[in-house]
């Protein structure tokens, strides 16, 4: 106790208090900066970790995959009647298919999703197994590059084929056959966890596969694994893969980076597209192992590229031994990492190494908030008087932005894509002839706005990291308003332009790979449950519209002159003349 009087009279002394809160706006900038540099500086040595398998039980690559160049033939016969298929409709496809599995002795079944055509499905059940436990192999029939998934299919269908003759299976194997890596796949996933009645158990974890029209051979592979909602993959089945694809001698791409070209300067691009891909996962590039996101399946997407190198063969022991690695596991994948970035195919940073920056990115809004109450000239003691009026003008907004949030999906798709352009001149409309609030409200509506965004941080850090550190950066110019309505009124505006999520998407439009990313973010929510588009207009968006409401009703009064807290040392002269 004696202690804390003596920290608190030296506090006082040194008039830190007054001191701190006139600091407030830059501790808040630096705090900002500071998230950024801490991730800019997690790919260089000694920040990042080695990636490794925790679950002892998984032993990849210990046991050799037979899958080899006697099932090249195989291979080969079944790609060329798929691409005699390639013309017709997805119901004779299925039909060929169908009559292919049911000779191999499966149990083939179909789900119409209501939306596409037939969703196939057979089910390979476990020799050794209690038909609780189940793997699943995806092949859509269009991939993500639209393009026909010829070799993929007969890969598929081959390795199913494999897969009977070998008896060390204990877990069941779903052959999945979707229209895409879609909606259709996504609508699968939920009826086999709820109304199908032909099932193989609890799914461990799902590997979908692309192969295009590349032939005999590819270069290398892509691998995929952001799911929806912030939600990855145990690291564990990532490394699995990737230390098979080692021992096969292929070479694997993460982000469209090579790991046979580690450097710092990769390993930052890749970590920076991963977090933009994680945060935009379901809008943009849906491979299909998003569909398992929410129901505890750890699934990822590899895909073939280029036409010379590997052999298809060697792609497809990449899933006969990943396979055959989760087949030894008694339990689900529980050991490794959920939460991670990776920096490589073989290097990762863990959650407790990135979460300071979006904590940092979270405690610089709050103090923006702090600061806007502190030292934007307004009485403390007037807030509690339009604390009603403050709440009612939240709630408003709050309600308008839920409004959009349900009717613009409901919109069509032409509507929707020209939503962005409408709302600039809307929005901006709404910030010149908003009512005219009071100072004391509009900074204060301000001040719970930012606070607002800062708890959406928190909220968001930890199970959706990607998109809490997005919306940070991106919102960051919110916290200079408060700085410049009352020096530079004229500055306000362009710090509100750049800060609305609708700019941002304007702006997005005009890189060929963000094309139509607002439709496919509203659709994201509508087609496969992620709640990315709730949040930015519910979270984001709202907190935009309360801060221009604020500015509006600051920006139409007559300005004032600035008033700077006291120093310690005019008080005490006050109370020394009293």
């Known amino acids: 106790m004696a202690l804390a009087e003596k920290v608190l009279r030296k506090i006082n002394k040194l008039g830190l208090i007054p001191k701190a809160r006139r600091l407030l706006p830059r501790i808040s900038f630096v705090l900002a900066l500071f998230s950024i540099i801490w991730l800019i500086t997690l790919p260089q040595d000694g920040n990042y970790r080695n990636c490794y398998i925790s679950e002892n039980a998984l032993m990849p690559a210990q046991?050799?995959?037979?899958?080899?160049?006697?099932?090249?033939?195989?291979?080969?016969?079944?790609?060329?009647?798929?691409?005699?298929?390639?013309?017709?409709?997805i119901e004779t496809r299925?039909?060929?298919?169908?009559?292919?599995?049911?000779?191999?002795?499966?149990?083939v079944?179909?789900?119409?999703?209501?939306?596409?055509?037939?969703?196939?499905?057979?089910?390979?059940?476990?020799?050794?197994?209690?038909?609780?436990?189940a793997m699943a192999l995806v092949v859509p029939w269009i991939n993500s590059d639209n393009e026909y998934n010829e070799g993929a299919m007969?890969?598929?269908?081959?390795?199913?084929?494999?897969?009977?003759?070998?008896?060390v299976w204990s877990k069941n194997i779903i052959l999945v056959i979707p229209p895409d890596g879609e909606q259709s796949l996504r609508s699968w996933v939920n009826a086999y966890h709820t109304i199908l009645d032909d099932t193989a158990g609890s799914i461990e974890a799902a590997i979908?596969?692309?192969?295009?029209?590349?032939?005999?051979?590819?270069?290398?592979?892509?691998?995929?694994?952001?799911g929806l909602n912030g939600q990855l993959p145990n690291l564990d089945l990532l490394n699995t893969?990737?230390?098979?694809?080692?021992?096969?001698?292929?070479?694997?791409?993460?982000?469209?980076?090579?790991?046979?070209?580690?450097?710092?300067?990769?390993?930052?691009?890749t970590l920076f597209k991963g977090i933009l891909k994680l945060a935009l996962a379901g809008s943009r590039d849906v491979h299909g192992h998003e569909a398992f996101s929410g129901w505890q399946i750890q699934a990822f997407t590899i895909k073939a590229k280029g036409t010379k190198g590997p052999d298809i063969t060697q792609f497809g022991r990449i899933v006969d031994s990943t396979f055959r690695s989760v087949n030894n596991l008694l339990e689900k994948f529980h050991q490794s990492f959920f939460f991670y970035l990776m920096l490589s195919p073989k290097h990762f940073v863990s959650i407790g190494t990135y979460l300071p920056s979006a904590v940092m990115l979270a405690v610089s809004y709050a103090l923006s908030a702090l600061n806007v109450i502190l030292n934007s000239g307004i009485d403390i003691n007037e807030i509690p008087q339009n604390i009603t009026k403050l709440l009612t003008t939240a709630t408003l907004i709050e309600l308008f932005c839920l409004v959009l949030a349900m009717v613009i999906p409901q919109l069509p798709d032409d509507t929707i894509n020209i939503v962005p352009t409408m709302a600039q001149g809307i929005f901006g409309l709404f910030i010149v002839r908003s009512s005219k609030a009071s100072k004391t409200t509009s900074f204060?509506?301000?001040?719970?706005?930012?606070?607002?965004?800062?708890?959406?941080?928190?909220?968001?850090?930890?199970?959706?990291?990607?998109?809490?550190?997005?919306?940070?950066?991106?919102?960051?110019?919110?916290?200079?308003?408060?700085?410049?309505?009352?020096?530079?009124?004229?500055?306000?505006?362009?710090?509100?332009?750049v800060s609305n999520p609708f700019t941002i998407v304007l702006i997005a439009h005009s890189y060929p790979e963000f094309d139509d990313i607002f439709l496919q973010l509203v659709r994201a929510w509508t087609e496969l449950q992620c709640w990315t588009w709730l949040v930015v207009i519910l979270g984001w968006f709202s907190a935009w519209l309360m801060i221009a409401y604020g500015a509006a009703g600051i920006y139409s009064s007559p300005p004032t002159l600035e008033t700077k807290p006291k120093d310690v040392r005019e008080t005490k002269l006050e109370e020394s003349s009293i």
């Open 241 to 269: 893969a990737n230390l098979i694809s080692s021992h096969e001698g292929m070479s694997c791409h993460m982000q469209g980076i090579s790991d046979r070209a580690i450097n710092y300067e990769n390993r930052l691009k």
């Open 444 to 497: 204060t509506l301000i001040a719970f706005a930012l606070l607002m965004i800062a708890l959406l941080i928190t909220a968001l850090l930890i199970v959706h990291f990607a998109l809490a550190f997005t919306i940070g950066i991106l919102a960051l110019p919110l916290t200079f308003i408060p700085l410049v309505i009352e020096k530079n009124r004229k500055l306000a505006i362009p710090c509100l332009i």
């Open 94 to 107: 299925n039909k060929h298919l169908k009559e292919w599995l049911i000779d191999l002795g499966l149990q």
């Open 154 to 167: 007969a890969l598929g269908i081959a390795l199913i084929r494999y897969f009977q003759r070998i008896s």
């Open 109 to 133: 079944s179909s789900h119409k999703n209501g939306v596409a055509n037939d969703t196939l499905y057979a089910i390979m059940h476990a020799s050794r197994g209690e038909n609780t436990e």
């Open 63 to 89: 046991v050799n995959s037979y899958f080899r160049e006697s099932e090249w033939n195989i291979v080969r016969g079944y790609r060329d009647e798929i691409h005699k298929m390639e013309n017709e409709s």
């Open 208 to 226: 979908v596969i692309e192969y295009g029209k590349q032939g005999d051979n590819f270069e290398y592979y892509d691998m995929f694994y952001e």
